[in-house]
């Protein structure tokens, strides 16, 4: 199992911008689908964007592309999500979670699917 500890999250105001990390452990991260969720007040906890460990390539929900950027540092292993322009209904705690490439054979990424998560992180923007 990969262990998973989020940072970066905190206040900032519309239209600024920041940038969380995961930082993971445990284990090879070589065949895994990396993951951002979010849960916003009150709201149930939703898809944000992926990450294909081993090439780099990413997803987006709709939402926030063209905003938000994920990204990895492989020699690190961690993964960290840029966020910028931000908006009032970005305001949740973000999660990152981590998943066996195994389980995702298409491209929606299905958050029962992940095996390991961190605790979150909350990110609040003000208006």
């Known amino acids: 199992q990969v262990h998973l500890v989020e940072s970066g999250g905190g206040v900032v105001q519309a239209g600024g911008s920041l940038r969380l990390s995961c930082a993971a452990s445990g284990r090879t991260l070589d065949d895994h689908i990396m993951a951002w969720f979010r849960r916003t007040p009150g709201g149930q906890r939703a898809f944000v964007a992926a990450l294909i460990w081993p090439t780099s390539r990413s997803y987006y929900e709709e939402s926030v592309k063209g905003r938000f950027i994920v990204s990895r540092d492989n020699a690190e292993n961690t993964m960290y999500l840029q966020m910028n322009s931000l908006k009032p209904e970005d305001t949740a705690v973000y999660y990152c979670?981590?998943?066996?490439?195994?389980?995702?054979?298409?491209?929606?990424?299905?958050?029962?699917?992940?095996?390991?998560w961190g605790q979150g992180t909350q990110v609040t923007v003000s208006s």
């Open positions: 979670a981590a998943g066996d490439r195994r389980d995702f054979p298409g491209t929606v990424f299905y958050q029962g699917n992940f095996r390991s």
